[in-house]
Nanobody
């Protein structure tokens, strides 16, 4: 089992910045990658950024909508992942979730999820 606890988020004006944190505990050695997802009202959940976890650092993944504005990072010693969000736009408003991708019956899937945190960007 892996437990993920999120912190950060809140209300910010357009153009501002926020940082989200996701602390992992439990069987963290089983984590292959970690990602940040978001879900806006009436929309499907989307992956916005992902980073390698148990393997050597590799080029992070970013959704086109956040490239150049968001930065994903990790602190391996603290088992914590971060999402620095800059130049925020109203369309970034959503509930943000962190998730851990692990091997499940021979395939990798995002099995463990944080509790979610609201990010609201006022225009």
């Amino acid at each position: 089992q892996v437990q993920l606890v999120q912190s950060g988020g809140g209300l910010v004006q357009a153009g501002g910045s926020l940082r989200l944190s996701c602390a992992a505990s439990g069987r963290t050695l089983s984590i292959y990658t970690m990602g940040w997802f978001r879900q806006a009202p009436g929309k499907e959940r989307e992956l916005v950024a992902a980073t390698s976890w148990s393997t050597s650092p590799s080029t992070p993944y970013y959704a086109d909508s956040v490239k150049g504005r968001f930065a994903i990072s990790r602190d391996s010693a603290e088992n914590t992942m971060y999402l620095q969000m800059n130049s925020l736009k109203a369309e970034d408003t959503a509930i943000y979730y962190c998730a851990a991708r692990v091997l499940v019956f021979g395939s990798y899937e995002y099995k463990y999820w944080g509790q979610g945190t609201q990010v609201t960007v006022s225009s």
